[in-house]
């Protein structure tokens, strides 16, 4: 893609966008160069995450919000490892040269910018068939304090943070087409605002054993941890704040929310953490020898056709 | 996309991609948890870049070849910064879940991981309408080495490597839709597989005052080294070895050569490196005061309509 204005709008835009933030990240070279140079103090995690439009969100979600989620959720993985945000990289394909929708996305990435302290370090603008926001995520974190997938133990104590199925329902507005659409409804917030504590999983991290956050749906992501951990889980959903169907909120994903174990001793710490970081945060099982993710509805085990994960032969 | 035979191959592969050169990247959580985790002893480098089906690349170009030139073209911002390859991470958009097409897209990456010593830190593989190849690349350098693209200097001499136009003869004869194309001819091959030399990148940094790789055309990328830095060049284009009109070899892209300036003293530095790396090199010309690329031939003043790049104030 040539120098259109959208393109020169957006290397622009890129140049200044929460460049107020690159000191604090260690950024000696933002956006307009080959490549951003960094600075390190502290080892570094990454991540990627691809959104596709009527895959990820709905074809019709404005501009803002597409850019707003798109990082959010990429940017989830670092608060699931326990790290602090650095910065971001965006590669976005769009169908047309629309500057005003150009402009609407910009401002949600300026929003999460803000919202977050987070520089953008560089991107790449593409023409495609169809949008495609591809985020490359960033965060500093000591290595003693990475929460991996695979540290959960027998014995550990099972959390999830937030109420589960918020984000399907926020979805099914979304998609209803309606006119009249609250956007700041805490159903369809939940799912274009996904809500990043990274406070919270900074305090965790030192006695969390694992972390994912839930972005394929509880029981499939609690079998991440138990895959990679070799271990099993027994949940009661009954201590799961739930929105909607069992079946739903424990298997869709969108919500975002963080899944983590931790030894016994450290429950007390978990619900100082949560208050202190204005977490909602519930005790709903534990890891067990079984190589089995248990779940028991009103006592007696369910499980459901969509769960995702229910062997570890995959 | 859940766990499909595609994802799941997807998964295991990249964990095992590359994790030879783990060590010598500093990687320690490598793919299949929520980031990878790296320890840097420099300064780092980043970029993205996206390459699309049927824009970047034709949609009847081999998987292989599309994962190998995807993440060459990606990681040519490294050389041209003058950094080590450290780590890449491929997020990938896919028409159709098919195994055949994705072990052969992996067959390319591994080529790649090979070829340059250089793991895949993480991925993400989405369903969309159109293959998209969003390729994030990580470097290493050390700052006072880092070539940026706005330190030119009036009285520099202007170089550039190899020979510009053979790329776009491969991107017409891969379009010619023929039967029999010869990937391995160097019109095709200069397409497929630019040519990435890290070490001529390196060994010009540190007197090289600034550099690009010539991905949007010789003009065009020369002119964003002038804008940068403030300056303007006189280019005798009879000094520059082209394949076909000299239009479009010097405002075609994908040649993905090196553009970049060097005081005249350093002049014999240059030659000598690019003869130790084994890199055809050209001195076309120089950095003037006067805001204006000037392209001569059979020393006239000449302009091209495509040139993309011919004022200041863009």
Redesign the interface.
Known sequence: M??TDEF?FLKETFKSLGNQYFDSSGI??GP?????????TQ??????????AG??FPENLPPEHIAYRSVSTAAS??V??G?ILKWI???L?IENSDLAWMRNFVKGLKKFSDDYACPV????L?????Q?V?V????A?D?EN?????GAKIGDQVFVTGTLGLAKQGLTILKSNSKEIDLSSKYVSKFINPNLNFKFGQAISSYATS???VS?GFI?DLGHICQ?SRVGASIDSDLIPIYGELEDALTWGDDYELCFTAPSKAQSDVFNAAKECGVQVSQVGEITEKLELEILHNSRLVSFSKS??NHFD?
């Open positions: 040539k120098d020169s000696i070279v307009g160069d080959d490549a951003g140079l960094v600075k390190n080892e570094t995690i990454y991540s990627v995450d691809t959104s596709v895959v990820h993985d670092i699931a490892c790290g990289l965006v590669a394909t370090l560089g991107g790449d593409s023409k495609g068939k169809q495609n591809a490359t995520v960033c965060g974190i290595q990475f929460m991996s997938r695979d972390c994912i956050d394929d499939s990679a995702g994960y995959e």
